[in-house]
């Protein structure tokens, strides 16, 4: 990767404890990169991603099962060196950090994963860049993109009726999450591509952002989140968007981040990659839904308890399982559809 990249400044800083984050990885911009669960880390721009790692270096670093190297920043932010490095990185088994990158170079990202069918995650406080032209373009006409989610919106700041549409119908607003969390689970279960907008979090959390505003998300919240990404089921690109260290003043806003990456990593560390078909560990449980004239198939995991349900699609496309939750299931046990399941089968 050393044609692409170059080693950060933050490499060389002294770690006293032996237990830090930036003792304990693999720090170079020219890696091979090991075989099993393995984690880059990346910069766009060096300013910003390297005062993100100066405070995630500190972090305790506990993580059994992972490999986690650091390549520095890129050489060259021209969308020719982006998609260059990402179509070598996205064609090896890598869970990817990228730090430092902005809304314009979104669509690059998303042109150089090309890997069949994708979803994709927004967490904004009311899609600014989830609507701009060029990424709601790359929605609606991707051939490559199968859901495109808006997480943890609100309400005041943007109308639901932009949600319309089956591609992006998963979508949660921020009072949904704050009632119920574990529902965010489903949500994010199957996402390969995240980008936080750090505007979601509300200011006293993390002043010094632009844009931020009075509600948002709270720092423990973020952190949630996170681990439900290191959790799912997918190698996932998690980019961090709209932090300006020359805001930052007493370094709170990259401690925030530092600390998501943290828990996003304790997730990986801990995910278990489950197979529907495989009968040795999942149950299936029929429901019929008189009202809607339908039945339903439901899975659940012994192993970890999380649930799908089959949805049927007509003679001409094969059904699929969608993640789901238990409530999902319960509802449907009450002849009635939970709204993401209504939504998934456009009734």
Known sequence: MKDYFKDSEVFYSEFYDKDSFGSMITKSSDLIFPSGNSVVILGFDEIVSDSIRMELYKTSYTFENLNISDVGNLIDNSLESITGSFQKLSAQ????????????QIS?????????FINIAFIEKKGDIFFSDSIKQQVDNSLF???????????????????????INQSMRLGEFRNNYKQAEPIIRDIELAFFNMDSIRYS?????????PSGLTSEETCQIMKYLGLNTKNNLISFLGYEPKFDFHSQGAMVISQMIWYYLEGLDQRIVEDVSNSSYIQTFMVDLSDYNITLKFLQSKKTGRWWVEIPLNEDQESYFMPCSEEDFDKARNNDLSYRIFNE???
């Open 108 to 116: 690059t990202l998303l042109q150089s994963f090309k890997n069949g």
């Open 345 to 347: 089968l456009s009734l």
């Open 205 to 213: 959390e993390i002043p010094g952002i632009k844009n931020t505003s």
């Open 145 to 167: 993109i199968n859901k495109a989610k808006l997480l943890c919106y609100q309400s005041h700041l943007l109308h639901s009726n932009k949600l319309d549409g089956l591609r």
């Open 93 to 104: 088994t890598l869970n990817i950090i990228v730090l430092g990158s902005v809304p314009e």
